[in-house]
C-alpha cells in the first residue's frame, strides 16, 4: 500500500505527523498535485484554519475528493480535531486526539477493507464528535531538512497555565517526558541545532537539568517562547512572549496579570543581559471580552514607559496584534466577537505612536481584518454546513492572496454566501446558531 502525507507547513515536516509514523513504523511520501493519484492512502495533518481552505484548494486542482475509495484521506492535527465537522467534509475520516498508538491499526484497516473504524474516528454525518485521544508523550527527534535541519523534540504536552483563550491548555491534560529519555536523544544529536519544544517549556519540572543537559552536549538551542516570567532562559538575542490583553485588567481576564512595572522590568533584564541588540516579539489578542477604549490607551501608555526607558535603544520589537477568534476547548469559547471592528487603523496608530513614530525600534505588522477572521470564524463556529461555503470560494481567497485594498469586498461577499448556506453574522461572531437557547 502507497501511504502518502500532505501538510502546509513552510518546512513540509508537521511534528505530530511524523511521530506517528516513527511509533507506526511506517514510511509515507509527501504528495504533490502530480502524485497524489497514485496513492492509496493520504495522510493529511490540519494545524490551524487556513489549512481546511489550502486542502479544499488542492483537492479541487487535483480533482481528487473524498468518497472515490483511491486514495483513502485520513485528517488529523489540532485543527482537525478541534473542527472536525467541516474537515470531515474534505476527508473519508478525521482522527480526534493524538494518534501516535492508533496510526498503524487504522492503515491496516483501510488495507483490509477499504475503510476503518475506531472510537475516536469522526465522519461526515456523524451528530456526536467524541472525546479526544489522549496519549502520554515521550522523547522523539525530527529534523526538519534531511542531513541539514534543526532537530526538533518534544518535552512535554498540553500546558500548566491553562489561559483562557488558548486551547493546548484545555485540549488535553499537562504531561511531560522525563529528562532520562530526553537525556538519550540529546546523546545522538549533540553538536547540533536543536529546538526543544513544549507550549511552555520552561514550566517542565526538570527544566534546570534540561537546559544544562543541552549546554553539556553543545546542543544550539534556537527555542525563543518564553513567558514574560521566564526571559532570561533563552540564551540567543531573541525572544517571543504573549503579553495578550493589551492593558493589565484584560491581560488578568485571561489569565495573565502583569503589570506595566513587570513587563518592564522583565523585558528591560532581558535586553540588558544581551551582548547586542535585542530582539523582543510580542503577542497581543485583540477583541477580549470587554474590551474598550481605555485600553488601547493603557497600551499606549505602555509602548511611552518603554520609549522612556534607557534600554529601549538597544531594543528592536515585533508587536503583533490578533484579534479573538474563540475556540470551542476554551475558556472564551463562547465569547462574542466584531468581525469587522477596524483593528488594522488602531493598530497602526499605535505602533507607529499616531504617525510620530517611537525613539526605538518598532517592526510594523499588518493585522487580520474582516475576510481572514470571517474565515477563522466560519472554520470554527460554522460546523460542517461552513464547508458549503468554502466550496464556493474563488482559488485567491482559498490561497489567501487578494489584493489588500480588495479583502474587505471579499470579507462582504464571504459573508453573503455564509447567510446563503444559513449562516449568520451571529452565529460567526457569538457562536449561537439558529434556533439555539440564548
Known amino acids: 500500500m502507497i501511504i502518502g502525507k500532505l501538510v502546509f507547513g513552510k518546512d513540509g515536516l508537521q511534528f505530530g505527523l511524523e511521530l506517528c509514523l516513527a511509533r507506526a513504523g511506517i514510511t509515507a511520501y509527501p504528495v504533490t498535485e502530480a502524485t497524489v493519484t497514485g496513492c492509496d492512502v493520504v495522510l493529511v495533518s490540519l494545524c490551524w484554519y487556513r489549512d481546511v481552505y489550502r486542502l479544499e484548494a488542492f483537492q479541487r486542482r487535483t480533482g481528487v475528493h473524498r468518497g472515490t475509495g483511491r486514495p483513502y484521506w485520513l485528517a488529523g492535527g489540532m485543527q482537525a480535531t478541534m473542527t472536525p465537522e467541516v474537515v470531515a467534509e474534505l476527508v473519508d475520516a478525521v482522527f480526534v486526539g493524538d494518534g501516535e498508538e492508533d496510526l498503524a491499526g487504522l492503515l491496516q484497516q483501510i488495507e483490509e477493507h477499504g475503510d476503518c473504524d475506531h472510537p475516536c474516528l469522526f465522519k461526515s454525518g456523524q451528530d456526536k464528535v467524541p472525546e479526544p485521544k489522549v496519549c502520554t508523550p515521550t522523547a522523539h527527534a525530527i529534523q526538519t531538512n534531511e542531513g541539514h535541519g534543526t532537530w526538533r523534540v518534544e518535552i512535554a504536552r498540553g500546558c500548566k497555565w491553562r489561559c483562557a483563550f488558548c486551547a493546548l491548555g484545555h485540549l488535553k491534560p499537562y504531561a511531560e517526558v522525563p529528562l532520562g529519555e530526553l537525556e538519550l536523544v540529546m546523546r545522538r544529536i549533540r553538536n547540533k541545532r536543536a529546538s526543544f519544544f513544549a507550549p511552555e517549556r520552561t514550566a517542565h519540572s526538570e527544566w534546570a537539568a534540561i537546559k544544562a543537559g543541552l549546554r553539556r552536549h553543545r546542543i544550539q538551542d534556537l527555542s525563543m517562547d518564553a513567558r514574560l516570567e521566564n526571559l532570561q532562559e533563552v540564551d540567543g538575542p531573541s525572544v517571543a512572549l504573549g503579553l495578550e490583553g493589551l492593558s493589565e485588567r484584560l491581560r488578568r481576564t485571561v489569565g495573565k496579570p502583569f503589570t506595566d512595572d513587570f513587563i518592564l522590568e522583565r523585558i528591560g533584564g532581558f535586553v540588558d543581559s544581551r551582548r547586542r541588540v535585542a530582539r523582543v516579539t510580542t503577542y497581543f489578542i485583540g477583541d477580549l471580552p470587554g474590551e474598550e477604549d481605555s485600553d488601547w490607551e493603557a497600551a499606549w501608555v505602555l509602548m511611552h514607559r518603554i520609549n522612556e526607558a534607557p534600554w529601549s535603544r538597544r531594543l528592536a520589537i515585533t508587536p503583533c496584534l490578533f484579534p479573538l477568534t474563540p475556540k470551542r ?25 499616531h504617525g510620530k513614530q517611537w525613539g526605538f525600534r518598532v517592526i510594523h505588522t499588518l493585522v487580520n481584518g474582516p475576510m481572514e477572521r470571517i474565515m477563522d470564524a466560519l472554520v470554527e463556529r460554522g460546523g460542517a454546513p461552513s464547508y458549503r461555503v468554502v466550496r464556493c470560494l474563488p482559488d485567491i481567497v482559498l490561497c489567501g492572496k487578494p489584493p489588500v485594498s480588495e479583502r474587505l469586498m471579499m470579507a462582504r461577499k464571504i459573508l453573503a454566501n455564509c447567510k446563503a448556506q444559513g449562516i449568520s453574522l451571529e452565529q460567526l461572531e457569538t457562536g449561537r446558531r439558529p434556533g439555539a437557547a440564548v
Do not use: C, G, Q, S
Open 329 to 353: 476547548v476554551t475558556r472564551l469559547r463562547d465569547a462574542t466577537i466584531h468581525l469587522f471592528r477596524p483593528y488594522e487603523k488602531r493598530w497602526m496608530d499605535l505602533i507607529t505612536n
